[in-house]
């Protein structure tokens, strides 16, 4: 057996950022052979996230990407246990490097983008990636959602800061110039903070789904009856409220953030007379950590 030299450790752990203890272990094992050494820790790896995967990833990043070309863009969350790892410079680049990859392949689902090749070392697929970290750290780690958008225009982001929160926003405009003017730059950045400051669900009236509606319609008819109004004007109050309710769930109607007296849609057709151009949000996503995790416990109960 080859003698397990610090150095012979080293060369390990520089390899698989795993422990000091964990390499020399592995080392033993595979009787000082480097290779065979890294082959044990993986298993190990894997077992360790096997042992650790039921527990609760509630904190993590919000990955956001938009590709050279502009054409495509993608969000991307990625889970871990506390706030302490989230913040480690190897998980933000972890996170990174999974919006990128998904930008770059646009991957089918969730499970397609963990049996891929992970694209930042192409010795793991991604899953394994997560099971390596998750054994070096020694937290349950996750990618629960991503989503990716095929630009119709022009795509902007903003982070929160903390990445805990991030948008993605596809904004259109007649004339190819316009999009290198700073005035519709700054309406792709403003329209960015209004999706992640006010958090609608829809970018207009239209797409407002028959369920929403539906559902929205009960509520404030069961509020305006508990309020004693009388049977026959109660649908003239839910109309009324409904009125309220586009100005929460739908981005164009939302009051504007930096200006309450002007809607979106206002402000949007205000900066786009300015720019002599025709203006327009084609769509817009928005991630915030722990939404799914919530979903999934509401589904539960």
């Not at 480690?88 to 983008?113: C, G, H």
Request: one cysteine or more.
């Amino acid at each position: 057996m080859a003698e397990i030299t610090a150095q012979l450790v080293k060369q390990l752990r520089d390899k698989t950022a795993a422990g000091m203890m964990e390499c020399k272990s592995a080392l033993v094992e595979a009787k000082g052979d480097l290779a065979e050494a890294e082959v044990v820790l993986r298993k190990r790896g894997l077992a360790s996230a096997a042992k650790k995967a039921a527990r609760s990833t509630k904190q993590g990043l919000i990955g956001v990407q938009i590709a050279a070309d502009g054409k495509a863009g993608a969000l991307v969350e990625v889970n871990c246990e506390s706030d302490f790892v989230a913040r480690t410079a190897d998980f933000q680049q972890m996170v990174e490097n999974l919006a990128k990859q998904v930008v770059a392949e646009a991957p089918a689902s969730v499970e397609v983008l963990k049996t891929s090749t992970y694209a930042a070392d192409p010795t793991y697929t991604v899953e394994a990636q997560i099971k390596s970290k998750i054994a070096k750290v020694g937290e349950n780690m996750n990618v629960p959602r991503f989503a990716r958008r095929a630009a119709s225009g022009v795509l902007g982001s903003y982070v929160h800061p903390g990445a805990q929160l991030a948008v993605l926003v596809d904004l259109t405009c007649g004339k190819s110039e316009t999009a290198a003017n700073p005035a519709f730059k700054e309406v792709l950045h403003d329209v960015a903070m209004q999706v992640a400051a006010a958090d609608p669900r829809f970018v207009r009236r239209e797409e407002v789904t028959a369920e929403f509606l539906s559902k929205e319609r009960e509520i404030q008819r069961a509020r305006a009856l508990a309020e004693g109004k009388p049977e026959k004007i109660v649908d003239k109050v839910v109309e009324g409220r409904m009125s309220k309710y586009y100005e929460e769930v739908c981005l164009l109607d939302q009051p504007f953030i930096k200006d309450n007296a002007l809607t979106i849609s206002q402000y949007i057709a205000a900066k786009a007379k300015e720019l002599g151009d025709t203006v327009d949000v084609a769509a817009f996503l928005r991630f915030k950590v722990g939404e799914t995790a919530q979903a999934e416990e509401s589904a539960a109960e």
